[in-house]
């Protein structure tokens, strides 16, 4: 069946670098999507969402972008810092009465 | 803290056996989802209640079940446990049916079975 994926399990950059995580999505119909941190032991947590009609969306130190010609998501995480260590993940919704999870991106930031 | 509670947030159990897991939504929030998370995989779509009434259901084995009460609080309930079974599973809650905005998750309940 149709499902959002990540293109890489893990990461690892450097404190103060910018961080992007990648998504590509099957679903052509989808028109909501949104990103989620999950740190060790917790439940997820919203960073940030965009809606189809929107190429690129901030927030604080993040920026997510949507390109739907190649139905891709990216999040960008300006100036990683020891706390954004988790693992992220991004979500589609389908059919509007649920949302679908990708497996994640494990993002490691070393000091 | 998401205003979701979950509970246990541990339980070790036996394959064969039973249990329910309890989850009360944030305060005013009408929807509650299921998910559940195994070691290495991401958040598997359960089932979807929305005032009391199922809405969508995704990959929910048939020994599962779930139900969301009149007060809004919802148990999934395992039963026939497998090995397999063993997982996180999360809770989480918005205010609308349709998905158009975050949901906020519980902290999880940890299902080891042996």
């Known amino acids: 069946g149709e499902n959002v994926g990540l293109h890489l399990p893990t990461l690892s950059v450097q404190e103060g670098d910018n961080s992007i995580i990648n998504c590509a999505y099957s679903n052509s119909a989808s028109d909501y999507f949104i990103w989620y941190k999950q740190e060790s032991g917790k439940g997820p947590q919203f960073i940030i969402d965009?809606?189809?009609?929107?190429d690129k969306r901030q927030g604080q130190r993040v920026t997510v972008l949507l390109n739907k010609t190649v139905k891709h998501l990216s999040l960008q995480i300006a100036a990683t810092q020891p706390g954004d260590s988790a693992v992220y993940f991004c979500a589609e919704n389908q059919a509007g009465t649920a949302l679908i999870f990708g497996k994640g991106t494990t993002l490691s930031v070393s000091s | 803290d998401s205003g979701v509670t979950q509970t246990p947030k541990h339980l070790i159990t036996a394959t064969g056996q039973r249990v329910t897991l309890r989850c009360s939504p944030r305060s005013g929030d009408l929807s509650v989802y299921w998910y559940q998370q195994s070691l290495d995989q991401g958040l598997q779509f359960l089932i979807h209640?929305?005032?009391?009434?199922?809405?969508a259901k995704g990959n929910i084995l048939e020994r599962f079940s779930a139900q969301q009460f009149p007060d809004l609080h919802s148990e999934l309930n395992l039963s026939s446990l497998e090995l397999g079974d063993s997982a996180l599973y999360f809770c989480?809650?918005?205010?609308?049916?349709?998905?158009?905005?975050?949901?906020?998750f519980g902290e999880g309940s940890r299902l080891t079975v042996l």
């Open positions: 209640y929305y005032n009391g009434e199922e809405r």
């Open positions: 965009i809606r189809s009609n929107m």
């Open positions: 989480a809650s918005s205010v609308v049916s349709l998905v158009d905005g975050e949901l906020f």
